[in-house]
């Protein structure tokens, strides 16, 4: 099954770690994800930009309006993700607590849905 582990960052805990502790971090993490591939588990990861560099899309009423950023404030934002193949979510958050990102925000993990069961749901 798979899970996306998606990895919330807070800038403050960041800035807190000692000098070179961040850089140590995701060399490993990027040794890491490398032994995952090649493993077959990790089937995809990507870095996000900073949210200030987002834009949000919202309709409400027939109109749509696009704004500056994210839509909401929060402490946490989303910095990246990584889409994993596990047997269950026991294993899925044994493999998400390899990631050093706890540490300096949280992980969250979720399932993916089969997206071929979804449309089989709705006849699509």
């Keep these: 099954m798979k899970y996306l582990v998606m990895i919330y960052n807070d800038d403050q805990l960041i800035e807190a ?3 070179g502790e961040y850089a140590t971090m ?8 490398d032994e995952m591939r090649e493993q077959g588990v990790l089937l ?5 930009a900073p ?3 987002s834009k949000s899309v919202r309709t409400r009423a027939g109109r749509t309006t696009f704004l500056d ?3 909401a404030e929060a402490k ?13 979510m026991d294993e899925a958050l044994r493999i998400a607590q390899e990631f050093p990102w706890s540490r300096t925000g949280r ?4 399932p993916v849905l089969d997206f071929e069961n ?3 749901h709705f006849d699509a």
Aim: net charge negative; hydrophobic share 40%.
């Design 51 to 53: 949210p200030a560099e």
């Design 69 to 71: 950023g994210p839509f």
């Design 26 to 33: 995701m060399r490993g993490c990027l040794s890491h994800a």
């Design 17 to 19: 770690l000692p000098d």
């Design 44 to 48: 995809d990861s990507q870095m996000l």
């Design 107 to 110: 992980i969250e993990v979720r």
């Design 76 to 88: 946490e934002y989303l910095g990246g993700f990584n889409l994993i193949e596990a047997a269950d």
């Design 118 to 120: 979804v449309r089989k």
